[in-house]
């Protein structure tokens, strides 16, 4: 099921605490773009058939990665794409929006998004994998 606009940033909005939607909309904006560096093929279409469509274009018409980033180099970049943002600002943007989106992906795909990524993402998605 899609998520609708509205609803998809009310999730972000109160897991990042941001005082306006406009906070929550960039944030969305910057780790979808650089999430959809880095899923490639069916699993990269099947999550943004869940996501709103001005999001889901954001998804499928990524940032340029010459290599997947490590989780703590995803959320430095994050930081470098939005102003005024720290590490750990960036941490806070970042699981914001990855958990919103593992909300909209069933555990099946949640599981491919994962398998793409390098190792670490499940904590950033808020769901952690046994070891």
Request: glycine content about 6%; charged content about 20%.
């Amino acid at each position: 099921m899609t998520l609708r606009p509205e609803t998809f940033l009310d999730h972000v909005t109160e897991r990042g605490k941001y005082v306006t939607v406009e906070e929550a909309e960039r944030a969305a904006r910057v780790v979808l773009a650089l999430l959809g560096a880095h899923l490639v093929g069916e699993v990269r279409a099947q999550l943004a058939a869940r996501l709103p469509e001005e999001f889901a274009l954001i998804l499928l018409n990524p940032l340029q990665s010459a290599e997947p980033l490590p989780p703590e180099r995803f959320v430095r970049a994050t930081a470098t794409w939005i102003e005024g943002a720290t590490e750990q600002t960036a941490t806070w943007d970042v699981s914001a929006v990855l958990s919103t989106v593992a909300d909209a992906a069933d555990d099946d795909l949640l599981g491919q998004i994962l398998f793409q990524l390098p190792v670490g993402y499940d904590l950033l998605f808020g769901r952690p994998q046994p070891t």
